[in-house]
């Protein structure tokens, strides 16, 4: 069985960075894609980042281009997030996802980021 768990997530101030960090097991984790998504309160879950499996291609959504970066080390079967000019507006329970056959099929429980202004 899969399994994902999220850490790296806390309180910080506004203009600060996070890393997340999201291990996986039980999977074939070097051949899927992984992925990041947020959800703040009132609102719906929203992509945030994804990364292939070869790490060859990696994906963001306009809001958190140019301040975050996702990476993977397939030796460690984990993927990471780190974020830089954290906003107010970033806070939020994020979550890591694993791609299979074309859907983001397993989830973490989420890790709670929340930044101060």
């Known amino acids: 069985q899969v399994q994902l768990v999220e850490s790296g997530g806390g309180l910080v101030q506004a203009g600060g960075s996070l890393r997340l960090s999201c291990a996986v097991s039980?999977?074939?984790?070097?051949?899927?894609?992984m992925g990041w998504f947020r959800q703040a309160p009132g609102k719906e879950r929203e992509f945030v980042a994804a990364?292939?499996?070869?790490?060859?291609?990696?994906y963001y959504s306009d809001s958190v281009k140019g301040r975050f970066t996702i990476s993977r080390d397939n030796a460690k079967n984990t993927v990471y997030l780190q974020m830089n000019s954290l906003k107010p507006e970033d806070t939020a329970v994020y979550y890591c996802?694993?791609?299979?056959?074309?859907?983001?099929?397993?989830w973490g429980q989420g890790t709670q980021v929340t930044v101060s202004s």
């Open positions: 039980g999977g074939t984790f070097s051949s899927a894609a």
């Open positions: 990364i292939t499996y070869s790490s060859s291609y990696t």
């Open positions: 996802a694993a791609e299979d056959s074309s859907n983001w099929r397993y």
